[in-house]
């Protein structure tokens, strides 16, 4: 297969008119009144926002993929599938996968396992081979594709090609992303950012897992907890900040602090509206992280949209609908190594289940932060029927 690159699109365009000084002044004070009046638009977002639909004219979806080697080959699969399931569910999908490693005959056996019945023909898959010393450099050049197809699609989703987003997750997030539109004052809308949290499972018996967690596990079974068993599996690996918020009277999770999820998902308006507005410069990202900074590829799928510590992020506040947060959790499919690492001793704790139900009860998981806190008056609502009360949540262990 031919190595495909990336042709660079200069964002601004100049141009020149000869004319009197009378009407080049009013030219110039029309173009800066209608420009003004764009971005006053984007920040008090227009209610005639048009949300992706599947089997709509608003159903193209670009999917783009950090794929770095042949050693994710298992989750990679796993993905495609998924954006198949996307084209038989009323999506056009068109894929862009970014590598440093040659396909040869790859793409050919990939186009045979992408095969959309919906639309009688493989999905649209670009392959883009970088020079290997490229490095983690790789997830900086996404963006300008995202800059030359704005136009021609309605969703854009980035992934790291271990993460494993499902169809339904997409169907979700488009869901919510417009419920929360409707649910906000048309000034704070392009404020927040609809997130994701990272999890790990962790399988008895694999050789590289955490063998205190192996042991908990092993415990479980023989002693007949199959319940505490099946759900000790999920561990989140990210220490955010979870706080309950209300909006409106819906509640959702805010996350700051890590707020890294190794992938994005925008809507075009959502991305307009950041662009137009001058937030960030969101399409510039890759030039704007220095390359010796050895967090380029968390800062490209998170740190440079959510709140965090760097300027020139968009500062989105990331926010988790709690009663569907599983529909809004990734699986992280190779984490093993972190599993082992010394550094990760919180993925020892961080279950996804009783994570979920302490929050219920204003408990956090962090260690370092205070047990109980007080809960804003949506999540007191036991009569309200988002989420089944429990009495006894898990015990974190």
Same mark, same amino acid.
């Given at each position: 297969?031919?190595?495909?690159?990336? *042709?660079?699109?200069?964002?601004?365009?100049?141009?020149?008119?000869?004319?009197?000084?009378?009407?080049?002044?009013?030219?110039? +004070?029309?173009?800066?009144?209608?420009?003004?009046?764009?971005?006053?638009?984007?920040?008090?977002?227009?209610?005639?926002?048009?949300? /992706?639909?599947?089997?709509?004219?608003?159903?193209?979806?670009?999917?783009?993929?950090?794929?770095?080697?042949?050693?994710?080959?298992?989750?990679?699969?796993?993905?495609?599938?998924?954006?198949?399931?996307?084209?038989?569910?009323?999506?056009?999908?068109?894929?862009?996968?970014?590598? $440093?490693?040659?396909?040869?005959?790859?793409?050919?056996?990939?186009?045979?396992?992408?095969?959309?019945?919906? $639309?009688?023909?493989?999905?649209?898959?670009?392959?883009?081979?970088?020079?290997?010393?490229?490095?983690?450099?790789?997830?900086?050049?996404?963006?300008?594709?995202?800059?030359?197809?704005?136009?021609?699609?309605?969703?854009?989703?980035?992934?790291?090609?271990?993460?494993?987003?499902?169809?339904?997750?997409?169907?979700?997030?488009?869901?919510?992303?417009?419920?929360?539109?409707?649910?906000?004052?048309?000034?704070?809308? +392009?404020?927040?950012?609809?997130?994701?949290?990272?999890?790990?499972?962790? /399988?008895?018996?694999?050789?590289?897992?955490? +063998?205190?967690?192996?042991?908990?596990?092993?415990?479980?079974?023989?002693?007949?907890? %199959?319940?505490?068993?099946?759900?000790?599996?999920?561990?989140?690996?990210?220490?955010?900040?979870?706080?309950?918020?209300?909006?409106?009277?819906?509640?959702?999770?805010? *996350?700051?602090?890590?707020? %890294?999820?190794?992938?994005?998902?925008?809507?075009?308006?959502?991305?307009?509206?950041?662009?137009?507005?001058? !937030?960030? !410069?969101?399409?510039? %990202?890759?030039?704007?992280?220095?390359?010796?900074?050895?967090?380029?590829?968390?800062?490209?799928?998170?740190?440079?949209?959510?709140?965090?510590?760097?300027?020139?992020?968009?500062?989105?506040?990331?926010?988790?609908?709690?009663?569907?947060?599983?529909?809004?959790?990734?699986?992280?499919?190779?984490?093993?190594?972190?599993?082992?690492?010394?550094?990760? /001793?919180?993925?020892?704790? $961080?279950?996804?289940?009783? $994570?979920?139900?302490?929050?219920?009860?204003?408990?956090?998981?962090?260690?370092?932060?205070?047990?109980?806190?007080?809960?804003?008056?949506?999540?007191?609502?036991?009569?309200?029927?988002?989420?089944?009360?429990?009495?006894? /949540?898990? !015990?974190?262990?």
């Amino acid at each position: 297969m031919a190595t495909l690159r990336i *042709v660079p699109v200069d964002s601004a365009i100049y141009s020149t008119c000869r004319m009197p000084t009378f009407f080049a002044l009013w030219c110039v +004070m029309l173009i800066l009144y209608f420009y003004n009046a764009l971005s006053d638009d984007a920040r008090a977002v227009s209610r005639n926002v048009t949300f /992706p639909k599947a089997f709509t004219p608003h159903n193209r979806v670009l999917g783009m993929i950090l794929f770095y080697d042949w050693s994710h080959y298992d989750p990679l699969s796993i993905i495609l599938a998924e954006f198949l399931s996307l084209c038989e569910s009323g999506w056009d999908v068109k894929l862009a996968i970014y590598t $440093t490693v040659t396909w040869d005959m790859m793409k050919e056996y990939y186009d045979r396992r992408v095969y959309c019945y919906r $639309t009688q023909r493989p999905l649209e898959m670009v392959i883009y081979v970088h020079p290997a010393n490229v490095s983690i450099g790789l997830a900086a050049v996404h963006r300008k594709l995202v800059q030359q197809e704005i136009n021609k699609h309605d969703l854009f989703v980035y992934l790291e090609a271990d993460i494993i987003l499902k169809a339904s997750q997409v169907s979700a997030f488009v869901f919510e992303q417009e419920r929360l539109y409707h649910l906000l004052s048309k000034d704070s809308w +392009m404020l927040q950012g609809l997130g994701f949290l990272r999890y790990c499972r962790n /399988p008895l018996g694999n050789s590289n897992s955490n +063998m205190r967690i192996n042991s908990t596990l092993q415990h479980l079974l023989s002693t007949g907890q %199959h319940d505490r068993y099946m759900t000790k599996h999920e561990r989140y690996l990210e220490m955010p900040r979870l706080t309950p918020v209300c909006i409106k009277d819906q509640r959702y999770i805010n *996350v700051t602090g890590n707020v %890294h999820q190794a992938m994005w998902m925008m809507t075009r308006e959502q991305i307009l509206a950041l662009v137009a507005s001058k !937030r960030c !410069r969101f399409f510039d %990202h890759g030039s704007l992280m220095p390359r010796t900074h050895g967090m380029i590829r968390e800062y490209m799928s998170s740190f440079s949209i959510f709140i965090s510590d760097y300027p020139t992020s968009c500062q989105l506040h990331k926010l988790i609908p709690y009663n569907r947060v599983f529909s809004f959790s990734v699986h992280h499919y190779i984490c093993w190594k972190m599993l082992r690492m010394s550094s990760y /001793p919180h993925i020892l704790k $961080t279950e996804v289940f009783a $994570t979920l139900m302490h929050l219920e009860k204003g408990e956090q998981y962090r260690p370092d932060l205070a047990k109980h806190r007080k809960l804003p008056k949506c999540w007191h609502d036991t009569s309200s029927k988002q989420q089944p009360h429990r009495r006894h /949540p898990p !015990r974190i262990a």
